[in-house]
């Protein structure tokens, strides 16, 4: 099983560009997570989605949108790159029944940069 | 809101040694805690978790021990190694919420 994947590992952009991070997960789980990692700083959630078809807010939502069309994909998209946006971006899944007591498995970042 | 925090940011222990990384918590509706691990340009990986009906849980070499009255939760490794050198990660959630709080991390340098 590969887990959970995400594409692509390094991205440069420069302010104002879009573009769109993919996480894919094999493992059927239910949840599924965005966060962002600063340095010297824990992990943020960005977004997260308890199923296909839907989304929620999670703490530093601002500037980022997501897509869960498929219960095995997450997407995050950012319509306007920002300086501010520059960090390592972290998918996770879970199985159901509350994210709250369950681990979270992770895939091993992309690492984007805004210029 | 709930702050999640670690004592000490940088951790230096000598290979063979045991470690003990501390973690600490202030909301007391938590009751499910995790560590994780995180190497260099890799993704966090799960090491153990505890519920808080136990003070007390043991992995390959790893225990977690949580202290609910003062809100405390460490991680022990036993016979550090080389290979145990990376950022370690407490996780606080609680089953009745979604959003979780994750420390900042402890880096664990191991010394030859």
């Known amino acids: 099983n590969a887990g959970v994947t995400q594409t692509p590992k390094f991205r440069v952009l420069k302010t104002g560009q879009s573009m769109t991070l993919l996480c894919a997960q094999d493992m059927n789980h239910e949840y599924m997570y965005w966060y962002r990692q600063d340095p010297g700083m824990g992990l943020r959630l960005i977004h997260y989605?308890?199923?296909?078809?839907?989304?929620a807010k999670g703490e530093v939502p601002d500037g980022y949108n997501v897509s869960r069309l498929k219960k095995q994909n997450f997407l995050l998209g950012l319509e306007s790159a920002a300086p501010s946006q520059t960090s390592v971006y972290f998918c996770a899944s879970s199985y159901s029944g509350g994210s709250g007591n369950q681990p979270q498995h992770f895939g091993d970042g992309t690492r984007l940069s805004i210029l | 809101g709930e702050s999640v925090g670690l004592h000490l940011p940088t951790l230096s222990v000598q290979e063979g040694d045991n470690s003990i990384i501390n973690c600490a918590y202030s909301?007391?509706?938590?009751?499910?805690f995790i560590w994780y691990k995180q190497e260099s340009g890799k993704g966090p990986q799960f090491i153990i978790d505890i519920r808080s009906n136990m003070d007390k849980r043991q992995g390959q070499r790893v225990t977690v021990l949580l202290n609910k009255t003062v809100k405390h939760l460490s991680l022990q490794i036993a016979a550090t190694q080389p290979g145990d050198s990376a950022v370690y990660f407490c996780r606080v959630g609680d089953t009745g919420r979604r959003a979780l709080t994750f420390g900042s991390g402890t880096r664990l340098q191991v010394q030859p």
């Open positions: 989605s308890v199923g296909e078809g839907t989304t």
């Open positions: 909301n007391s509706a938590s009751d499910y």
